[in-house]
């Protein structure tokens, strides 16, 4: 405070001197506890290092179609969809394991991409395609020492790719870890009307949401654990 003037320190502190006598600014509040950082629930709770998938399947995951849309080089960021994006937030966690080792693949590489709530990807427009270092609803991510990963995203929204076919939500993998085969898969979610009729949804890749209440929302939590076959 010494490189204040006197006034300036006097003005910008919580009390002031009302007539020679030291007292609280009026109007100003107690000083807030911390913590009280609103109802998230669980939603710190990683699961149990270890462990196994659930249900404890180890077969390798299914693998899926590519699709026409992917694109190299997203950006590794925990956050899939962009700020303030339209649809239900959704939470997808998971482990990558190795069908081998029945272990962990520390540093997994993810790379996920998917449709915005209203079904478009940033480049399924051929007319107007996004600018090389724009890349949205698409992310990569690391997983963590016991092969944890999680992102943030919305609700993929459906998309027609023929005469009144459509795709149901879906969420694009691609997983790369050293000394296995790289994954491309996709991940469905039980509950959608399109996927009893959808030609490339395997039911091993559909998943049960859970609706999460979290400070006065609510929000889709999931997991989809990734089991890699070695090379
Ligand atoms: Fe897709």
């Not at 009302?18 to 506890?33: F, H, I, K, M, Q």
């Amino acid at each position: 405070m010494s490189h204040l003037p006197r006034r300036d320190f006097l003005r910008v502190g919580a009390f002031g001197l009302a007539g020679g006598v030291l007292s609280l600014r009026a109007g100003a509040e107690p000083t807030p506890e911390s913590g009280g950082l609103g109802d998230y629930g669980d939603y710190l709770k990683e699961p149990a290092a270890g462990g196994a998938p659930p249900g404890g399947d180890w077969s390798p995951t299914e693998r899926n179609i590519l699709g026409p849309f992917h694109r190299e080089g997203a950006p590794f960021r925990g956050k899939v969809s962009p700020p303030l994006a339209r649809g239900t937030v959704m939470l997808i966690s998971g482990r990558v394991w190795g069908h081998d080792t029945r272990k962990p693949l520390a540093r997994a590489v993810l790379d996920v991409w998917q449709a915005s709530h209203a079904g478009r990807y940033d480049n399924d427009d051929p007319k107007a395609p996004p600018a090389k270092d724009v890349f949205l609803y698409r992310s990569r991510l690391v997983a963590d020492d016991s092969g944890y990963y999680e992102y943030e995203t919305i609700h993929p929204g459906r998309y027609e790719i023929g005469k009144g076919v459509w795709r149901p939500s879906h969420i694009h993998y691609l997983v790369r870890a050293p000394g296995y085969r790289t994954l491309v898969t996709q991940l469905y979610f039980k509950g959608d009307p399109e996927n009893a009729r959808d030609a490339f949804i395997r039911p091993s890749l559909i998943i049960d949401l859970q609706a999460v209440k979290a400070d006065g929302g609510e929000y889709e939590k999931g997991a989809f654990d990734i089991v890699l076959s070695p090379e």
